[in-house]
């Protein structure tokens, strides 16, 4: 912003009366633009990191169970009891958050800070009594709207932690979450969590169903500005548009991360004395490439770390789904996995050269997101340089994909007696299928070992096709597999990819 415009609108600000803002308390206005967050971003860039302060040790030191006895009162929500679409609700910081953010209200060009009230906060009697100072601030919030029925706000985007964020489409529960920059992931040298430090909220127009946050990212590494627009329903849409200014050259680096958890299944069951047959957020990657195949690789809980490399160019999308969706999939009446979203990560420009890059991390609770997914660039990033990336984000069941082929919809793998492993991929039922299975062709190889033939049957309960066949690793450790359904040369199915590992 020009230094003419900035001193009109700053006298304008002190002029104009303040807004009818239900909340805590507001500072005073301040012009705002995206173009002067860029700025200040890339002035961020040129000066040393510095970490944001801390609270006091006493909210550090509070347990879970007294952090989850706190909580903001629904009734001193942001822009509750106005025509705004929107609510914003709070959270205090403490425990695992011992960072505030600072978040800030955006209407008429004016940018106002939200100033942290603990009045706002109700607490049981197991709560201690907590210092109040100068460092306290939230450290994150909540957006709720009229999601299903009018005049009840229900909730569906959270952003808290690191530049961490999830969402829900309608009907949904949350599961996996997506996050601004993931670096060094899977590293020796340790992975950098980036900060969303500072957001701004604008207070969408009555009857518009978008809302649009803006995050400075800042860490050792890079410093930047996220912007994301936000459409609730079935699906959860958001549009993402980032522009960022590393302070070191990133050469491991991903765009749009997301992270879950992957317990076990039908693939390895036998790991895990449990009431329930699968615990999952998701349970699989499915990758759309730039050549146009669609590929579904079934996540697994390794014995130790795997990353797995997806090389391609330009790729159409990726996402991390859950394709479970029955109670009796996970037989849970309280975590509710089938009501979990899968998301997608669509490029909104050609991203070039890189790989799909997978994470998946040996773990023995479900209380740990040991799954990650992201765009991995082949080329590095420049320190100093400014760098623009976009993409959108879909929360919800699969996504529509031009030229939908059939899905795969579960994987079992069991020891078959006398030696090797029976490998069955169920397929859903498709207009390509045709009725003499004759015509069909399956299409499964390994990298190391050998498969026998795989036999194609009509499945009674999923009204689709199941491919089978016994893997033999020999003397081999690992393999990769992958098996598809071909009919006259030309692939009808996703190509199924799976690592197997002893």
């Known amino acids: 912003?020009?230094?003419?415009?900035?001193?009109?609108?700053?006298?304008?600000a002190a002029a104009m009366p303040r807004p009818a803002v239900s909340g805590p308390e507001l500072g005073d206005a301040q012009p705002f633009s995206v173009s002067a967050l860029y700025d200040m971003a890339q002035e961020l860039a040129t000066s040393a990191y510095q970490p944001m302060a801390e609270v006091p040790q006493a909210w550090k030191d509070l347990s879970y169970d007294q952090y989850k006895s706190i909580w903001f009162r629904g009734a001193d929500a942001v822009w509750r009891n106005t025509d705004s679409p929107f609510q914003v609700e709070m959270f205090h910081p403490g425990l695992y958050f011992p960072r505030p953010v600072k978040i800030s209200l955006v209407e008429d060009g004016l940018a106002r800070e939200l100033k942290f009230d603990l009045s706002a906060f109700d607490k049981t009697d197991q709560v201690p009594d907590l210092p109040v100072d100068e460092t306290l601030g939230y450290s994150g919030f909540r957006l709720t709207t009229e999601l299903k029925r009018p005049g009840v706000f229900q909730e569906f985007f959270v952003m808290q932690g690191a530049s961490y964020f999830r969402a829900v489409a309608r009907d949904q529960n949350y599961g996996q979450s997506a996050r601004g920059l993931a670096i060094g992931t899977a590293s020796s040298e340790g992975e950098e969590f980036p900060d969303?430090?500072?957001?701004?909220?604008?207070?969408?127009?009555p009857g518009r169903q978008q809302i649009t946050i803006h995050a400075l990212l800042n860490s050792p590494s890079v410093a930047g500005i996220y912007s994301f627009d936000i459409s609730p329903g079935t699906p959860t849409l958001m549009d993402v548009r980032a522009q960022i200014y590393p302070r070191v050259a990133l050469s491991r680096f991903g765009l749009g991360p997301l992270t879950s958890m992957f317990l076990f299944d039908e693939t390895n069951r036998s790991m895990f004395d449990d009431f329930r047959p699968a615990v999952h957020d998701t349970d699989g990657l499915l990758m759309r490439n730039g050549a146009g195949e669609t590929l579904w690789r079934p996540l697994a809980n390794p014995k130790s770390l795997q990353v797995s490399s997806f090389v391609d160019d330009n790729p159409q999308g990726f996402g991390l789904m859950q394709r479970a969706r029955d109670l009796a999939d996970f037989a849970d009446l309280e975590a509710h996995y089938h009501t979990r979203p899968g998301l997608w990560v669509e490029p909104g420009e050609n991203w070039g050269k890189g790989a799909v890059t997978l994470v998946e991390i040996p773990a023995d609770r479900e209380i740990y997101d040991n799954i990650v997914a992201y765009w991995q660039p082949q080329t590095p990033l420049e320190a100093g340089q400014m760098h623009r990336f976009s993409y959108q984000l879909s929360w919800g069941e699969d996504p529509a994909l031009q030229n939908p082929v059939?899905?795969?919809?579960?994987t079992r793998m069991g020891e078959r007696f006398g030696g090797g492993r029976i490998t069955t991929i169920d397929f859903e039922d498709s207009v390509d299928f045709p009725e003499d299975l004759a015509n069909l062709t399956v299409q499964a190889n390994t990298s190391t070992g050998e498969v026998t033939p795989a036999i194609l049957q009509r499945n009674p309960q999923t009204g689709g096709l199941r491919a089978a066949f016994t893997f033999h690793a020999g003397e081999a450790t690992s393999a990769e597999l992958r098996a598809q359904i071909l009919l006259d040369g030309r692939s009808i199915s996703e190509v199924w990819l799976y690592r197997w590992t002893a």
Do not use: Y
């Open 1 to 12: 912003m020009h230094r003419r415009g900035f001193l009109t609108a700053l006298a304008a």
């Open 196 to 205: 969303f430090t500072h957001f701004w909220i604008e207070r969408a127009a």
């Open 406 to 410: 059939s899905r795969v919809v579960n």
